[in-house]
T-cell receptor, first 113, second 115 residues
Framework: GENVEQHPSTLSVQEGDSAVIKCTYS??????FPWYKQELGKRPQLIID?????GEKKDQRIAVTLNKTAKHFSLHITETQPEDSAVYFC????????????FGGGTRVLVKP | GAVVSQHPSWVICKSGTSVKIECRSL??????MFWYRQFPKQSLMLMAT?????????EQGVEKDKFLINHASLTLSTLTVTSAHPEDSSFYIC???????????FGEGSRLTVL
């Protein structure tokens, strides 16, 4: 089955700096890669996603890049703010298989004011 | 946006009892729902895929007789933790896949504590 590795497990950045989280996946048939933000005790919130037919997607301060050949994708947060502090999860799935998500291990991001 | 409601949001029970957690899609139909388990400071681990009108598909290592899943309607799936033990204490989260759009929406989670 699919295996998703996520790095780093923790990330501390100064407010205003950028944060980058990287994920690799094992199943070349995976074609949908969402990123979730989860605050303590809350549900995961979808913040951005990318499908395998594009290499990059951007939404304001958040961007995701995908390298299908290398089977890795990354989340980039620019101009970080304290409210960006949370745990971020990457995931991978095959849309034709009903979007059964396999999650990465998570990255705890702390933005210092 | 679409809403998925889980109930209860938290529950404390005695060892040996059974606990039922509900996952409802409030404004859309969901032929497929997923149940995840999350330990503190860890990732979400898929337990099973719940399909309306048929048996759930369990992930490897998940005991189907321990974690009973019923998906009786297009808007409701239930997870019953049978004969709960302290090691079953965890955060259980469901997600529902919209039948019409294919989008996934997560419930707010249910925190189970078994004494």
């Amino acid at each position: 089955g699919e295996n998703v590795e996520q790095h780093p497990s923790t990330l501390s950045v100064q407010e205003g700096d950028s944060a980058v989280i990287k994920c690799t996946y094992s199943d070349s048939a995976s074609n949908y890669f969402p990123w979730y933000k989860q605050e303590l005790g809350k549900r995961p919130q979808l913040i951005i996603d990318i499908r395998s037919n594009v290499g990059e997607k951007k939404d304001q301060r958040i961007a995701v890049t995908l390298n299908k050949t290398a089977k890795h994708f990354s989340l980039h947060i620019t101009e970080t703010q304290p409210e960006d502090s949370a745990v971020y999860f990457c995931a991978a799935s095959k849309e034709a298989a009903g979007n059964k998500l396999t999650f990465g291990g998570g990255t705890r991001v702390l933005v210092k004011p | 946006g679409a809403v998925v409601s889980q109930h209860p949001s938290w529950v404390i029970c005695k060892s040996g009892t059974s606990v039922k957690i509900e996952c409802r899609s409030l404004d859309f139909q969901a032929t497929t729902m997923f149940w995840y388990r999350q330990f503190p400071k860890q990732s979400l681990m898929l337990m099973a895929t719940s399909n309306e009108g048929s048996k759930a598909t369990y992930e490897q290592g998940v005991e189907k007789d321990k974690f009973l899943i019923n998906h009786a309607s297009l808007t409701l799936s239930t997870l019953t933790v049978t004969s709960a033990h302290p090691e079953d204490s965890s955060f259980y989260i469901c997600s529902a896949r919209s039948t019409s759009t294919g989008e996934l929406f997560f419930g707010e989670g249910s925190r189970l504590t078994v004494l």
